[in-house]
């Protein structure tokens, strides 16, 4: 993905997997193989392999810089995770993500503010990082952003089975140690970090996926961005906006999102940074009747 330049605010992608092909089933419990021939031929080699029966997907954070600050939205999967449930992303050990980082001339002491979509392992990873045996904040400077509704969600979960490892342990390993240092600050979904004549940033309520899921929305004199979590994971799902992803709390309210967003980011042309899709990962939204197209921006 090329840097995008909305006027005083600039984004770029932070790749730690580039790409990795998924099973159609397992992502979307309620696919079909007429689904899968229907939407083939468009989607092509790069989204989806007919002869191994994958979708393809990316796991990246985007780098927003702008008032003077490094914004990093979506941490990742994290090294030297316990995902046993997760093979992608259990023991992982690879320098590749921080090594992206610093091709972008920052370190982790760089980053000022850290802004969770939500708290789902995998956009939590790079949160913590291990260090003697224990976990401790990656970036140790910034503040780290998270919706109050989403954290809350998540230590009543943590309440009711203190025994069972919450989001795959994640809620454990990378989100309490960064409340235990003092660098965690709970927001509302509708949270701005700041709004300037020219330029804002900030938090946007965009429930289904996790009850405290938001949008990290950008503006700037060139034009508007929204980052998305995993209101989307794919861009089958612009054609087919029934599809339930595996992770997806409330489906309905997730697809009644979906939609929404779409609709914005085609009737507004807002570019959608989608935290998925495989590169170059953003682009434009346009409508076909009653579904979607996207148009990649190189």
């Known amino acids: 993905m090329q840097t995008v330049d909305l006027g005083r605010i600039t984004i770029d992608r932070i790749v730690e997997i580039d790409l990795l ?9 309620n696919i079909t193989p ?13 989204l989806y392999s007919a002869a191994e029966n994958k979708l393809a997907i990316s796991f990246h954070s985007f780098l927003i810089r702008s008032g003077g600050l490094n914004i990093l939205v979506d941490t990742c999967n994290g090294n030297h995770k316990e995902r046993p449930t997760m093979l992608w992303q259990h023991r992982l050990a690879s320098d590749t993500y921080l090594r992206n980082l610093a091709a972008q001339g920052l370190s982790p002491e760089d980053i000022h503010v850290v802004m969770c979509t939500h ?30 509704k989403e954290f809350d969600h998540y230590c009543r979960l943590q309440e009711q089975a203190p025994d069972r490892p919450i989001g795959h342990g994640s809620f454990a390993d990378s989100v309490l140690p960064v409340v235990e240092a003092g660098l965690a600050e ?12 020219d ?36 861009p089958i799902q612009l054609r087919e906006p029934s599809l339930v992803n595996l992770g997806d709390i ?14 914005r980011c085609a009737d507004d042309r807002t570019l959608m940074l989608t935290c998925h899709f ?21």
């Open 250 to 263: 409330d489906p309905a309210q997730a697809s009644r999102t979906r939609q929404a967003l779409l609709a």
């Open 119 to 148: 708290l789902h392992t995998d956009h939590v990873g790079w949160n913590t990082r291990l260090e003697n045996g224990a976990w401790v904040p990656t970036f140790p400077k910034a503040r780290y952003i998270f919706a109050r």
């Open 186 to 197: 709970l927001v509302e979904t509708d949270f701005s970090l700041f709004h300037e004549l």
């Open 278 to 298: 495989p590169a170059p990962t953003a682009g434009y939204v346009r409508r076909d009747g009653d579904v979607f197209d996207f148009d990649y921006r190189e």
């Open 34 to 46: 007429e689904i899968l021939a229907r939407q083939a031929g468009w989607m092509g080699p790069g």
């Open 199 to 234: 330029e804002a940033v900030g938090l946007e309520p965009s429930h289904g996926h996790t009850p405290g899921h938001v949008f990290i929305s950008a503006k700037g004199r060139h034009g508007s961005a929204v980052i998305t979590g995993d209101a989307i994971h794919h």
């Open 21 to 29: 092909w998924v099973d159609p089933v397992w992502f979307y419990p």
